[in-house]
């Protein structure tokens, strides 16, 4: 009985001692540690993705520590799982961002970062977005990865255009977009419609499909009814692969040429089905395939952190890799400001409005956040798949600001 | 009229997909009164467990083929041996509750896997198309039909010519009589989820071999459930009917009401057709009707 007494008040004095060392710990972190907060979703639709995107993050923040962080101040990556589901996003954000060390944050989630929008116009906090146009039209705290998701389907019809020509062909081309059911899926024409249509390419009707979608005939034989000429497809890879796969096995790829997004074909997809996705063109801000595989900054980095062989290595690493760098110019511009002691939300904030110009050793076009821009960058590049290879078909073209062609609400 | 023949010989070909699924959910309750959720999973493993030796080991087809059923055949012992068998004796729903247990328990783990990714084993296998009635069909679609045909067929010779077999038709009729014949019940509920396991297998890696190995596939095991639903939960007949009905349905109605009402009617015709033969025929197209005598 003495001896249970004994043990209790060991346990309760061991629960008093570390409630008087903590506050001192974090109050002392403050100062010296910013935390970065990662609200990305490593399993469902879009982990093809984000898996690689945010592994590239992480060890750009780990090489940042290594080296003794940014001026000092080291960078905390805090990265929560939230399955492309708005609900667990918000829910991660209202836990995390209570905690004033998060100074930053990215989702991967074009629906949360809509959602996320309105609950963060109070007390503006830096979050990165994949490419919604939404975010440069509405300027606030929101930051795209890349060019917008409308910028990159401008960009892309320039080069039907040329493509067009190069084949002789007469009349006018059609496009249409095949993608997800959802924001995202629809985003590329609020404003590429707009574009597109200035340009004299028709846009037909779009198909849209649910994320989960395992089977694209009766999509795919509807848009070669409506005689598509260019098909862009959007998703995140696999649905990409997929989409080819079942064209393929359709017979359609002869007389439709496939354009995917940003988040085609990687090394996923040319493992899974190489054949199927012969001749798809893909449109990119950041390096891929052959590129990325002969970067040095991409190779230094998954050999040393990922461990891996090159081969394995995903493309959207690289959006990580830019996502990291941009990240260490923002705490830098604000430490030469304010000091290592000043590291707010609002500072940090400012900063990424500072950083315009910032080159990112060419894995993604230079910085061209300033205060009236949103969008990471203003380049893309464009990309064939052939005999299983990604290689690139153009240097780094600029992608039009289609986003101030719609006329937004 | 081409447009309409493709449509229905496509939605033929994923129908038989869906029947085979049903077919494994089918071949449980006609035993054990209990509706699985479990079986979109014990699909999902059983197409990831012959990925695995076909891509992975590089092994034969023969070979993947055979290890990969006696892997389903052990995870269906498994489920059986300590998820179901302590629930004998116990209300049914109880039964029904732990199969959607298994069937997120192993979801999780299914997801983790693959991290988002896809495998395939397409490459591996034949492919290419043939044209049949003017319409191009994919080779690896007709395979998978084939095998759904051949895999009901050599059901229907189990049932009637195997000891085990019967053992399990006379255990569906009633379980105090089958004992009283001899027959260990609780050994053929063991078998009988080895079976279906085994059933579900086949199922999955010819789903896969048309849509790959995604994060979706278990859940089409729901629909697999629809299937089993409107065919009648105990008929087997039923199952192939209905899957196939479904799989036309489907494409039928997406190729012809999307562009009406701007798309996703495939999605929910599984359900609308469920809602209308329940309304019509509660024990499904072929399912027994009970008689419940006061």
């Known amino acids: 009985m003495r001896r249970d007494r004994i043990r209790w008040l060991l346990v309760w004095l061991a629960f008093a001692l570390l409630g008087c060392v903590s506050p001192l710990t974090s109050a002392q972190a403050i100062a010296k540690e910013v935390a970065f907060l990662d609200l990305s979703d490593f399993t469902g639709p879009v982990a093809g993705l984000t898996v690689p995107a945010s592994s590239g993050l992480e060890d750009y923040i780990k090489s940042v520590n290594e080296k003794g962080g940014v001026e000092g101040v080291k960078i905390k990556y805090i990265g929560v799982d939230t399955r492309y589901d708005v609900a667990r996003t918000i829910s991660a954000f209202k836990r995390y961002a209570r905690d004033p060390q998060v100074v930053a944050m990215g989702i991967c989630s074009t629906p949360a970062g809509k959602m996320l929008q309105r609950l963060t116009r109070e007390q503006p906090i830096v979050c990165t977005v994949p490419g919604d146009g939404e975010f440069q039209a509405h300027l606030g705290n929101f930051f795209t990865w890349g060019p917008t998701y409308q910028d990159a389907f401008a960009a892309t019809i320039d080069w039907v255009l040329k493509d067009w020509k190069e084949k002789g062909k007469e009349g006018d081309p059609s496009i249409a977009v095949l993608s997800w059911d959802n924001a995202y899926g629809r985003e590329m024409l609020r404003g590429g419609k707009e574009y597109a249509e200035k340009k004299g390419v028709k846009v037909l009707k779009s198909e849209l499909f649910p994320t989960g979608t395992l089977k694209y005939d009766i999509y795919l034989s509807r848009l070669a009814e409506a005689g598509a000429n260019y098909v862009y497809v959007g998703g995140v890879d696999p649905t990409q692969t997929n989409i080819m796969r079942d064209a393929t096995r359709l017979g359609l790829t002869k007389d439709i040429k496939f354009i995917s997004d940003y988040w085609g074909p990687t090394a996923l997809g040319t493992s899974l089905h190489p054949e199927a996705l012969e001749g798809m063109v893909v449109v990119s801000f950041f390096l891929r395939g052959e590129d990325a595989q002969n970067n040095e900054m991409m190779k230094k980095f998954w050999t040393t952190y990922r461990k891996r062989p090159m081969k394995e290595m995903n493309g959207g690493y690289a959006i990580g890799l830019g996502l990291g760098m941009s990240l260490e110019a923002a705490i830098k511009d604000a430490i030469k400001r304010v000091g290592p002691d000043k590291l707010t939300r609002d500072e940090i904030y400012k900063s990424y409005q500072n950083i315009t110009g910032l080159d990112r050793q060419g894995v993604v076009g230079p910085v061209a956040y300033a205060p009236k821009v949103r969008r990471a960058s203003d380049v893309v590049k464009f990309y064939v798949v052939k005999s299983g290879k990604i290689i690139p078909i153009t240097d780094w073209v600029e992608a039009p600001n289609a986003v101030a062609l719609h006329k937004w609400e | ?294």
């Open chain 2, 1 to 294: 009229m081409n447009e309409l023949v493709q449509l229905i010989v496509l939605g033929l070909m994923e129908g038989g997909l869906y029947a085979m699924v049903a077919a494994a959910i089918v071949l449980v309750f006609k035993s054990t009164h209990v509706v699985s959720l479990a079986h979109g999973q014990l699909m999902a493993f059983g197409a990831l467990a012959f990925w695995f030796v076909l891509v992975k080991l590089d092994m034969p087809v023969p070979v993947a083929v055979i290890l990969a059923l006696a892997f389903s055949a052990m995870l269906g012992w498994t489920t059986e041996r300590f998820a179901m068998r302590p629930l004998i004796g116990q209300p049914l729903f109880a039964a029904f509750l732990t199969t959607f247990a298994v069937f997120l328990m192993m979801d999780g783990i299914f997801q983790l896997m693959l991290k988002g990714e896809s495998v395939s084993f397409a490459a591996h296998l034949p492919k290419g198309n043939v044209m049949m009635m003017g319409v191009s069909l994919p080779i690896t679609q007709l395979v998978s039909f084939g095998s759904c045909l051949v895999l009901f067929l050599g059901l229907a010779l189990f049932f009637r010519y195997t000891k085990v077999g019967l053992g399990m038709r006379a255990t569906a009729e009633d379980h105090q009589l089958a004992q009283s014949t001899g027959i260990t019940v609780r050994s053929i509920f063991s078998h009988i989820w080895v079976l279906s396991a085994v059933v579900a297998t086949i199922g999955g890696v010819s789903l896969a071999n048309v849509m790959d190995i995604y994060y979706p596939l278990p859940y089409l095991g729901i629909k697999g459930l629809i299937v089993a639903l409107v065919g009648g939960l105990e008929s087997l007949t039923g199952a192939l009917l209905a899957g196939l009905l479904l799989g036309i349905l489907e494409n039928v109605s997406a190729g012809y009401l999307d562009p009406v009402v701007g798309g996703g009617v495939k999605e929910v015709a599984a359900y609308v057709l469920l809602l209308l033969v329940l309304l019509i025929k509660p024990y499904g197209l072929l399912g027994l009707v009970r008689i419940e005598r006061i």
